[in-house]
C-alpha cells in the first residue's frame, strides 16, 4: 500500500514538473514558409483573397475528411470570414486588412485557443510570384505541451504550410493551363434592355475596375429591386493599345428600360439585334486576349468587315458566381460585323408573245 502511495507520489510531482516545465516555456511562436509559383501577381492574390478556394488546397482536409466548411456572405476581401467544424475541432477567420496584389492580414480563431496573426506575402520575381504564408501569434497551455510532444512548433505546423503552398501551385497552374477557345461564326445577338456603369482607365488596370463597378452594379440592382434578365457583360466602346487606354461600361441585362435620375453613375442603355461574329472562351478571363486574338483572325481571314458602330461584348454566361474553378469559368465574345445587303434580283422581261393579224 506504501509503495502504491509512493509511485502516485511520484506521478503527482512528475505532472508538476511537466506543468512547470511546459508553462515556463515561451509561447510565442512566428512560422512562415515561401515558394515562387509561375503565376501573375493578381492572379495568386486574387485565389488566396477568397476563402472558397481554400477548402481546394488547404493541406488540412487531407487528414480530416470530416471538416464542413460554412462561409459568410462575403468571402474575399476586408470583412470576409469563414468558419470550419471537423474531428480536430472548430474554429474560423476573417480577413481585416488588405493591400491589393500584395498582401492579406487575417485573424484565425481555434477552438478554445488565443487567436493569431495570418499574414499573406506577394512578390512578383522572376520566374512569377513569390508568396509567403506567415502565422504568429502566442499558445496556450495545451498547444504548447502538444508542440512539444510533437519536437516544437516549427516541427508541427511548418509541414503544413509547404503541404499547402505546394497544392497552391499545383491547383492553380493546372486550373489556369485548363481552358479552350471556339469561334461559333457568325450569329445574331439578340438585344436587350441593360444597366450600365461606364469608366475609362489604362488597361494595365482594367481587370481591377471591372471588378469594382461589377460589385457597383449588382448592389445598384438589389438595393433598387431591379430584375436581372441574364448573365453580366461588358461592352468596349474604345480600346487603344498604342495609348493604353480602354473605356468600357459594365453591364447587366433588364427586363424593362430603365431611366436613372440625373446625375447618377449608373444609367440605362438598349441595344437592337445585330450580326456578329461569336467565339466562346472557357477558362480563366486571363486568356481572353488570346480569345479576341483567334476572332479577329478568323476576321481577316473571312474578309469580314467590323461595324464600328456596333456593340463589342463580353458575357460571362459562367463567372466566379457560379463556380470558383476558373477552367469552368465560360465568357462569350461579340463582334459587330457589317451585314452584307442582298442584291435584289429583278425576273427578266417576258418575252413578248403578241401576235399581230395580218
Known sequence: MRIVKYIFLLIILAAIAVSVYVGTQSGDFDI??????????????NYINDYKNWEDWGPWAEEDKTIQYTYSEKTKGIGAAYSWSGKEGNGKMNTVKVIENDSLFQKIYFENGKPSDIIWGFQKVKGGTKITWRMKGKMDFGMKAFSILSGGVENMMAPMFEKGLENIDNLLVKELNNYSIKVNGLVKKPGCNYIKQSLTCKITSLSRNMNILMKKIDA???DNNITVNGAPFTVYD???EASGIVSFSVCLPVEQEIFTSEGSDISGGKFYSYLALKTTLKGDYTHSKKAWDKAYA?????HWQENHSGKYI??????SKQTHKTSQWITEIYIPIVE?????VIPPTLKD????VQ
Open 353 to 356: 408573245t403578241t401576235t399581230v
Open 32 to 45: 512562415q514558409r515561401s515558394k515562387v509559383i509561375n503565376i501573375s501577381q493578381p492572379v495568386l492574390y
Open 238 to 240: 474604345k480600346y487603344d
Open 220 to 222: 445598384f440592382a438589389k
Open 298 to 302: 478568323e476576321i481577316e481571314k473571312k
Open 340 to 344: 452584307k445587303v442582298k442584291p435584289i
Open 314 to 319: 463580353e458575357v460571362y454566361k459562367v463567372n
